[in-house]
């Protein structure tokens, strides 16, 4: 099965997981509600797949899709202001074709990358529990030995630790205090794990108290592009 394939697989046994009560009440209860804003909307209201370039030499690890982004939506990051600041950083560093993410037929296509998340389902407040994490950590394992990346970027703390994780469960390092987290990180993990970066997440409260701007995000994307050119 070529890479292609392995990853649409995938992304119907992501769509049709139940595996989480708590999430799966929860995004399918939003998606009845609704949002003012949104009420003319269709909500997903099932977990995310990732998405991207099944080619991508770059895995971008997020934390989760928002109530009403992704889970709205059905592609992460995409119809809510952190999706806005975060392609626009990948369109300027030229890992996707254009700097919005708007709906999943809006022509968004990544180049050299595919992003996914910690957990497939969107959390109230944000917050998944360690069992629901846990219960998407083979999802993330799967896409990992479908792409072979050479390069993980993950977006904030816990995404840092769940791929931290996922090299743990396989042997790669002993413990995941060897590798602490904060913006601009950059670690050569054992072989034959991918060279591993962090950043902040672009949630609203980073981007709008000015923890993270533009500058930093295009500072990171940079170093990531000249590893992989290199």
Not at 42 to 52: L, S
Not at 80 to 93: I, N, Q
Not at 131 to 158: D, F, H, K, S, W
Request: hydrophobic residues 40%; charged residues 25%.
């Amino acid at each position: 099965m070529n890479q292609d394939a392995a990853l649409k697989r995938l992304s119907r046994e992501v769509i049709a997981c139940r595996l989480c009560p708590r999430l799966v009440e929860y995004r399918e209860r939003v998606a009845r509600e609704k949002r003012r804003a949104y009420f003319h909307w269709e909500y997903w209201g099932k977990a995310v797949p990732g998405f991207g370039d099944p080619q991508a030499k770059l895995l971008i690890v997020g934390l989760a899709p928002a109530a009403h982004g992704g889970n709205r939506t059905g592609r992460v990051f995409t119809g809510d202001r952190s999706g806005d600041f975060l392609f626009a950083a990948l369109y300027e560093a030229g890992f996707a074709n254009q700097p919005t993410s708007l709906r999943r037929d809006d022509g968004l296509r990544l180049i050299n990358s595919y992003i996914t998340a910690t957990v497939r389902c969107a959390p109230p407040d944000n917050k998944p529990l360690p069992t629901e994490i846990l219960n998407c950590r083979g999802y993330m394992e799967r896409e990992i030995r479908i792409l072979q990346p050479n390069a993980v970027l993950a977006l904030g703390r816990i995404a840092w630790d769940a791929y931290l994780e996922v090299l743990k469960s396989r042997k790669f390092i002993p413990s995941r205090a060897l590798y602490p987290f904060s913006h601009g990180a950059e670690t050569q993990l054992p072989a034959p794990a991918p060279r591993l970066f962090g950043a902040y997440h672009p949630s609203q409260q980073n981007t709008q108290t000015g923890r993270v701007t533009p500058g930093m995000y295009a500072d990171v994307l940079r170093r990531i592009q000249e590893y992989l050119k290199a």
